[in-house]
């Protein structure tokens, strides 16, 4: 491997700093040490709710939306696997727009993914209402209390503390709660359907589709479905710390995915078969439960399994949690090699191989994003957004360094002219379709990562050397990052004026046309850009 792949691109010798940095991260994971990332970063809590939430909206035509879901992201994950295999590195998601989109887009996805960090406060928060079953005095029904925000740290502190040492040792208890993860849910499919089986369920009360077949877009959303199978995206940022990359992520990927659609599809199913008759009364809409499988369990009598939800409940999300963890510091590792955070953040640990100061400062932010926010909603609905974003930037980094002289991509993935940029339509639909309330915050927090990048650039600020090239004037990284800040403000616009919980002056179906056709005039803006700035940062003669 050259230095050019390992510093992902840019002005071909890299930053030596960050070189030596990289060289020290072990490549230790293998084809199911990766999975078993992906996987338990995809089932965390939302399989706890998600059943539920999807009958709700759209009745048995849910697992619709749940095949439908998995299609969708395995389309955003091929553009996503093309990018590991042929350039790993470190925290790559975050490492791929600022090679090809400029310092301004690369600042504005870096600093998105840093107040991701709160993904993990929201399953650290799950945990503590789940908790609260066993230990009361945790949690008031709608926020931590000061004690529950106390052993909610407590917890930040361990799963910091069980990141600090090699990423093999990260792998292999990761792989055995992931075991966990996997047996528990079987087992509940199976018991629940011997135990309360009721035959005709996809077609009585309504029928298949009882609110339409548009309901299945909004169980995407509204559901929590795209939630719930979110997080394929761990085993890239451990692309830098995997044997033979090009192999091992593209199938790991795919199997992370594919195992956690056949579970969801499963526990969906038996959702739909096992709700007692005497609840439908007032179709799916009327179905509530605040703990849906665990209810379910006691109401069948099944104490048994109650009791192992409950445990569940806590080492499910717990596992994500831990998969979140170790992901944030490879996150704030490589916002550190861009020059985003200062460098400090950046050091590895020579005898482990692990960023050890990034997982202490994303220790810090955790419990920040614990103050504020209490509910398990709250965090992930306005966190999960910010997320979104890297999807979008990733389709347009494959793109720009396909169109690049020499197309430095591994050529994994077949099609990628008309993969990339409906993959680019698909990641912003997943963001329009999060809702105007969590919208309306999310993305201006986005856009205030353009004051980070101005104090970045301005006079006496010292640019550290991102291995992105030479600097350039601030005009030159506006006009080429400038789709970045036009596709944010019209996706906030749109979602004021549209039906995911907007004003509905933009009306469905067109709300989302609108972003689709909205999506392909940015894409193709934003990927002339890049290959523009890759041709004036390329050095010379390379």
Same mark, same amino acid.
């Given at each position: 491997?050259?230095?050019?792949?390992?510093?992902?691109?840019?002005?071909?010798?890299?930053?030596?700093?960050?070189?030596?940095?990289?060289?020290?991260?072990?490549?230790?994971?293998?084809?199911?040490?990766? $999975?078993?990332?992906?996987?338990?970063?995809?089932?965390?809590?939302?399989?706890?709710?998600?059943?539920?939430?999807?009958?709700?909206?759209?009745?048995?035509?849910?697992?619709?939306?749940?095949?439908?879901?998995?299609?969708?992201?395995?389309?955003?994950?091929?553009?996503?696997?093309?990018?590991?295999?042929?350039?790993?590195?470190?925290?790559?998601?975050?490492?791929?727009?600022?090679?090809?989109?400029?310092?301004?887009?690369?600042?504005?996805?870096?600093?998105?993914? #840093?107040?991701?960090?709160?993904?993990?406060?929201?399953?650290?928060?799950?945990?503590?209402?789940?908790?609260?079953?066993?230990?009361?005095?945790?949690?008031?029904?709608?926020?931590?209390?000061?004690?529950?925000?106390?052993?909610?740290?407590?917890?930040?502190?361990?799963?910091?503390?069980?990141?600090?040492?090699?990423?093999?040792?990260?792998?292999? #208890?990761?792989?055995?709660?992931?075991?966990?993860?996997?047996?528990?849910?079987?087992?509940?499919?199976?018991?629940?359907?011997?135990?309360?089986?009721?035959?005709?369920?996809?077609?009585?009360?309504?029928?298949?589709?009882?609110?339409? !077949?548009?309901?299945?877009?909004?169980?995407?959303?509204?559901?929590?479905?795209?939630?719930?199978?979110?997080?394929?995206?761990?085993?890239?940022?451990?692309?830098?710390?995997?044997?033979?990359?090009?192999? $091992?992520?593209?199938?790991?990927?795919?199997?992370?995915?594919?195992?956690?659609?056949?579970?969801?599809?499963?526990?969906? #199913?038996?959702?739909?078969?096992?709700?007692?008759?005497?609840?439908?009364?007032?179709?799916?809409?009327?179905?509530?439960?605040?703990?849906?499988?665990?209810?379910?369990?006691?109401?069948?009598?099944?104490?048994?399994?109650?009791?192992?939800? !409950?445990?569940?409940?806590?080492?499910?999300?717990?596992?994500?949690?831990?998969?979140?963890?170790?992901?944030?510091?490879?996150?704030?590792?490589? +916002?550190?090699?861009?020059?985003?955070?200062?460098?400090?953040?950046?050091?590895?640990?020579?005898?482990?191989?692990?960023?050890?100061?990034?997982?202490?400062?994303?220790?810090?932010?955790?419990?920040?994003?614990?103050?504020?926010?209490?509910?398990?909603?709250?965090?992930?609905?306005? %966190?999960?957004?910010?997320?979104?974003?890297? !999807?979008?930037?990733?389709?347009?980094?494959?793109?720009?360094?396909?169109?690049?002289?020499?197309?430095?991509?591994?050529?994994?993935?077949?099609?990628?002219?008309?993969?990339?940029?409906?993959?680019?339509?698909?990641?912003?639909?997943?963001?329009?379709?999060?809702?105007?309330?969590? #919208?309306?915050?999310?993305?201006?927090?986005?856009?205030?990562?353009?004051?980070?990048?101005?104090?970045?650039?301005?006079?006496?600020?010292?640019?550290?050397?991102?291995?992105?090239?030479?600097?350039?004037?601030?005009?030159?990284?506006?006009?080429?990052?400038?789709?970045?800040?036009?596709?944010?403000?019209?996706?906030?616009?749109?979602?004021? +004026?549209?039906?995911?919980?907007?004003?509905?002056?933009?009306?469905?179906?067109?709300?989302?046309?609108?972003?689709?056709? %909205?999506?392909?005039?940015?894409?193709?803006?934003?990927?002339?850009?890049?290959?523009?700035?890759?041709?004036?940062?390329?050095?010379?003669?390379?």
């Amino acid at each position: 491997m050259t230095e050019r792949q390992v510093s992902g691109g840019g002005d071909g010798a890299g930053a030596p700093e960050v070189l030596a940095q990289e060289r020290r991260l072990r490549r230790d994971l293998g084809f199911w040490g990766l $999975t078993g990332i992906g996987f338990s970063n995809i089932v965390g809590s939302g399989w706890l709710f998600a059943a539920m939430y999807a009958a709700q909206t759209a009745g048995p035509a849910a697992l619709l939306s749940w095949v439908g879901a998995g299609l969708l992201c395995g389309l955003v994950a091929l553009v996503m696997i093309e990018l590991g295999a042929s350039r790993p590195e470190g925290g790559g998601t975050v490492r791929w727009p600022l090679f090809a989109s400029g310092r301004l887009v690369g600042t504005l996805i870096g600093w998105s993914t #840093l107040l991701s960090v709160g993904g993990t406060a929201a399953e650290i928060s799950a945990i503590m209402q789940y908790a609260a079953h066993y230990l009361p005095g945790i949690y008031n029904g709608h926020t931590l209390t000061l004690s529950g925000l106390a052993l909610a740290t407590g917890l930040s502190v361990v799963l910091t503390v069980l990141n600090w040492f090699a990423v093999r040792m990260f792998a292999q #208890l990761n792989n055995l709660i992931s075991v966990f993860k996997i047996v528990v849910p079987v087992v509940t499919v199976i018991a629940l359907i011997a135990s309360g089986w009721h035959s005709g369920r996809l077609t009585d009360h309504g029928g298949f589709a009882p609110y339409g !077949y548009v309901a299945c877009l909004t169980a995407l959303a509204g559901g929590g479905i795209v939630y719930s199978v979110n997080g394929f995206q761990a085993p890239l940022d451990f692309s830098g710390e995997t044997r033979n990359p090009r192999r $091992t992520i593209p199938a790991a990927v795919l199997t992370g995915i594919g195992l956690a659609l056949l579970m969801y599809l499963a526990l969906q #199913l038996a959702f739909l078969f096992t709700v007692p008759e005497h609840l439908l009364g007032h179709g799916w809409h009327g179905v509530s439960f605040d703990s849906p499988f665990g209810q379910l369990a006691l109401i069948l009598n099944l104490h048994w399994l109650a009791s192992l939800l !409950y445990a569940d409940a806590v080492i499910s999300p717990g596992g994500s949690a831990y998969v979140g963890v170790a992901i944030d510091a490879r996150h704030t590792y490589a +916002l550190a090699k861009n020059g985003t955070i200062p460098r400090y953040f950046m050091k590895v640990n020579e005898r482990f191989g692990i960023p050890r100061r990034a997982l202490a400062i994303n220790l810090l932010v955790i419990v920040i994003f614990l103050l504020p926010f209490g509910g398990w909603q709250d965090i992930v609905s306005v %966190m999960g957004d910010m997320y979104l974003l890297i !999807y979008a930037a990733s389709a347009v980094a494959v793109a720009v360094f396909r169109a690049e002289p020499g197309g430095h991509t591994a050529g994994w993935v077949p099609g990628l002219r008309w993969i990339a940029p409906l993959s680019f339509v698909v990641a912003s639909e997943f963001v329009y379709w999060s809702g105007w309330q969590d #919208l309306r915050l999310a993305l201006p927090l986005v856009l205030g990562g353009l004051l980070i990048f101005l104090a970045m650039r301005r006079p006496g600020v010292r640019a550290e050397d991102d291995g992105a090239g030479p600097s350039r004037p601030l005009g030159a990284e506006l006009r080429t990052g400038a789709w970045l800040v036009v596709y944010l403000v019209a996706l906030t616009v749109i979602s004021w +004026l549209g039906t995911f919980e907007g004003s509905g002056r933009l009306p469905a179906p067109y709300d989302s046309i609108t972003v689709a056709v %909205m999506a392909i005039a940015v894409f193709f803006w934003a990927v002339r850009s890049g290959v523009g700035h890759l041709a004036v940062s390329r050095p010379a003669g390379a």
